[in-house]
């Protein structure tokens, strides 16, 4: 199958395109396709040229028009990909309106997926976003509860096929050690409502009562979460508690550290931190989430709890710590959630 796989994010001149993490990601992507035997194509802004990378061919070309948010107007990289004459053109960013009206035009089969983003502002790019979404032979979420939002905002067409995919970056690729010792907990979360903050503490209170011993870590990519966690610790907490954020490149071992991972989010969040457990053998407990449903719906690693109850999460959580279940986390992130498997998933519906 040959698979153009297109990139409209704006160049900056002087970097280097190749490392930032919005082009990464695809370029993985490419990889593990090309690995499974495919012809594929990257097409992406920045200075012309045309190389080889990783069993793939990457086309850069000079984009003609200014990035808006981030994103560019692409018809230049949809006339490239659909002049190698592709079976299947894959779009990163669903919302720009425009690349994906563009990308439909050519009448090949278009796949795109969302990177993030609500609803274009102005009604007639929102009209534009539901007529070429109509047009998609699929659309790949990582969080199901998007789509539905994006579908009553009127950016998506009701009938556009909708595929759920793990969020996946190269920050996992490499398992690390996990070291046998005292009972140590990695709580993730966000805090973004007046309560959050009270209900992680409630659930290291439930944890430290059935564990004394246990060494709790707190991780977030948010400093602001860090620091209403501080601001409403107790004392009793603090004695037993490490803070993060913990910077991506040590995430890791972060994770393979640690004996269970908690997710005290009551909110929904992207699956990236149930992938970054799973990858590195963890165990996974949290409140039900769609997100969570939709990547582990029987995975023997994985709890998910319907109540918000912090007393049956920590009881849950400290459960899976105790039972031999590394080998299943890896087993499941092999399957289903690492970029070969993706790749398979993938290249299955692009085949449909």
């Not at 070291?179 to 290291?204: M, N």
């Not at 059935?210 to 610790?233: E, K």
């Not at 009793?236 to 913990?246: C, D, E, I, K, Q």
Request: hydrophobic share 45%; charged share 20%.
């Amino acid at each position: 199958m040959r698979i153009a796989i297109v990139v409209p994010v704006a160049y900056v001149e002087g970097e280097s395109w190749d490392e930032l993490a919005h082009r990464y990601i695809p370029m993985h992507h490419a990889r593990h396709l090309a690995a499974l035997g495919h012809e594929v194509h990257l097409f992406a802004d920045g200075p012309p040229r045309v190389f080889a990378h990783d069993g793939f061919t990457v086309h850069v070309l000079h984009a003609p028009f200014p990035a808006v948010g981030g994103v560019v107007r692409s018809p230049h990289l949809i006339r490239a990909a659909d002049a190698i004459h592709p079976d299947v053109i894959h779009l990163h960013h669903l919302l720009a309106a425009e690349n994906v009206a563009a990308a439909v035009r050519t009448g090949r089969r278009v796949f795109a997926e969302y990177h993030g983003g609500e609803a274009p502002r102005w009604r007639w790019r929102r009209a534009l976003a539901r007529w070429a979404s109509a047009r998609l032979a699929g659309a790949f979420f990582a969080n199901p509860t998007i789509a539905e939002r994006l579908r009553r905002d009127g950016a998506l067409a009701p009938d556009t096929p909708v595929h759920i995919s793990p969020e996946t970056t190269s920050r996992y690729l490499k398992l690390e050690p996990h070291e046998a010792g005292g009972l140590r907990v990695l709580v993730v979360g966000r805090c973004e409502a007046p309560k959050d903050p009270d209900a992680t503490l409630a659930t290291f209170r439930a944890i430290l009562a059935r564990a004394p011993d246990a060494q709790l870590v707190w991780a977030s990519a948010s400093g602001a979460d860090t620091d209403r966690i501080r601001a409403a610790m107790s004392p009793a907490v603090n004695a037993s508690l490490t803070f993060g954020p913990v910077p991506v490149s040590k995430m890791p071992a972060t994770f393979a550290s640690a004996d269970v991972t908690i997710c005290t989010s009551a909110r929904e969040i992207g699956g990236t931190v149930l992938s970054e457990s799973l990858s590195q053998g963890t165990p996974f407990a949290a409140f039900h989430l769609p997100t969570f449903e939709a990547l582990a719906p029987r995975c023997e690693a994985v709890a998910l709890l319907p109540s918000r109850d912090p007393e049956a999460l920590a009881e849950r959580a400290l459960a899976l710590a105790a039972a031999d279940v590394r080998e299943e986390a890896r087993r499941h992130f092999e399957d289903v959630l690492s970029w070969a498997a993706i790749a398979r998933a993938r290249t299955a519906i692009y085949a449909r």
